[in-house]
């Protein structure tokens, strides 16, 4: 029996309301194997998208290799095409940062190499947790938002809270990896 999730009625909002994906467009998920990435992935596949799946192993925590494992078994155990890079990012300093910037440099070049989209699982905490970091750093008005869209990188999931999504997961019977750096205060998102 096929499980099926709830909550598509939102995403399906934001990508009609900010114009994110055409209807049978191909798109690259970039895909963590937590939960908002799973959610993203089976959410537009389910919606009839050409979907496939990026994974970014860093290498910066011990379950690395866990996360990596856990994305591509699903992949394969879903029939859905996967891509893994290994990245190693030096020094300590500005560690997520620099991070970042290579995530986005793959995500951009995929989405040139493929004819494709990027998709991403930032949802409505998200954005509203940035909105709130960046207003007590003093950004000006640009920095307190995640945008829906921008160029290739797309963000479906902005109309859904963090726990809708893991409820709609757990009533779906999926599971999915924790980073536990998103449980650490050390590092700013």
Excluded: Q
């Excluded at 963590?32 to 998208?49: K, N, Q, V, W």
């Excluded at 991070?99 to 494709?116: C, D, P, Q, T, V």
């Excluded at 726990?163 to 779906?172: F, G, K, S, V």
């Amino acid at each position: 029996m096929s499980k099926r999730l709830s909550g598509l009625d939102r995403v399906k909002e934001a990508i009609r309301k900010f114009n994110l994906l055409e209807r049978g467009e191909r798109v690259i998920v970039g895909f963590s194997g937590g939960a908002d990435s799973l959610y993203l992935l089976l959410a537009l596949r389910e919606m009839g998208f050409e979907v496939s799946a990026l994974h970014i192993n860093h290498g910066l925590r011990e379950t690395s290799l866990r996360d990596e494992e856990f994305c591509v078994n699903f992949c394969k155990e879903n029939g859905i095409e996967i891509f893994v890079e290994r990245v190693r990012i030096e020094g300590e300093r500005g560690i997520e940062e620099r991070a970042r910037e290579i995530r986005y440099g793959m995500f951009k070049n995929y989405a040139l190499e493929k004819g494709s989209k990027i998709a991403l699982g930032h949802n409505l905490t998200d954005a509203f947790e940035t909105f709130i970091f960046n207003s007590l750093r003093g950004s000006g008005i640009r920095g307190l938002i995640i945008p829906p869209k921008v160029g290739v990188i797309v963000r479906p999931l902005i109309f859904l809270c963090r726990y809708e999504i893991r409820e709609y997961l757990r009533e779906a019977g999926y599971d999915w990896v924790e980073d536990e750096s998103n449980l650490s205060d050390k590092f700013s998102r």
